[in-house]
């Protein structure tokens, strides 16, 4: 089973890789981005108290995250393999994530972390902004606060994964397929 952490910042192209991933490995999406926002657009408790925090750039509670997590894995039993988008974000998540893959008899295979620069990702998100209609892409002070945000709270993430020997970065300027070709590679060797 392959189980793939896609790491990177808000506008790193998660989302853009994501999609060639699934369809090249057979991979169940898991993107705690979506199950949000399907979460505000049902209106549910949980969906406006998601958009309250997200539209103050801050992260949703990881009780919430780990438990919605545990609903897909229990949906998708059968899956070959995860992709986790946006997900760990914290050591903690990380930690929660291993102990429920083992109930499962699996774990992590790799993380490939998307890294790209503050003034890109700024760019890259004021961009979709105009097509997405999200708020929190529209923003200049609030992206650069999201991307402080990630970077205080998720970047240590990568550390977990590292002292395991399955964190792996790759450069994420470039064309889609340059960086998709360098993800399959890392994941090739993980």
């Given amino acids: 089973m392959l189980n793939l952490v896609l790491f990177g910042p808000p506008g790193a192209g998660k989302g853009t890789q994501s999609e060639k991933l699934i369809a090249t490995y057979h991979l169940v999406h898991l993107s705690t981005g ?3 926002r399907s979460e505000i657009r049902a209106g549910t408790e949980l969906g406006l108290r998601a958009k309250m925090l997200m539209d103050q750039g801050i992260l949703v509670p990881d009780e ?6 545990e609903n897909k894995l229990n949906e998708n039993q059968s899956a070959a393999g995860f992709i986790f988008d946006g997900f760990p974000r914290t050591v903690p ?3 929660a994530l ?4 083992a109930q499962y008899n699996t774990g ?3 993380m490939v972390a998307l890294e790209v620069d503050e003034e890109e990702l700024t760019k890259r998100l004021l961009i979709r902004g105009l097509s ?3 708020p929190d892409d529209q923003n200049e002070d609030l992206i650069r606060r999201r991307v ?3 970077n205080d709270k998720t970047a240590p993430v990568a550390g977990y994964y590292e002292s395991q020997g399955k964190f792996k970065a790759i450069n994420g300027i470039g064309t889609i397929e340059e960086i998709f070709q360098a993800i399959c590679e890392k994941i090739e060797t993980a």
């Avoid at 919430?64 to 997590?69: C, L, R, S, T």
């Avoid at 291993?98 to 893959?101: F, G, M, R, Y």
């Fill in 148 to 150: 402080k945000e990630y």
């Fill in 132 to 134: 997405s209609g999200r």
């Fill in 98 to 101: 291993d102990q429920l893959l």
């Fill in 64 to 69: 919430v995250v780990i438990g919605m997590i």
């Fill in 108 to 110: 992590i295979t790799v």
């Fill in 93 to 95: 998540q990380a930690e």
């Fill in 34 to 36: 979506d199950l949000l």
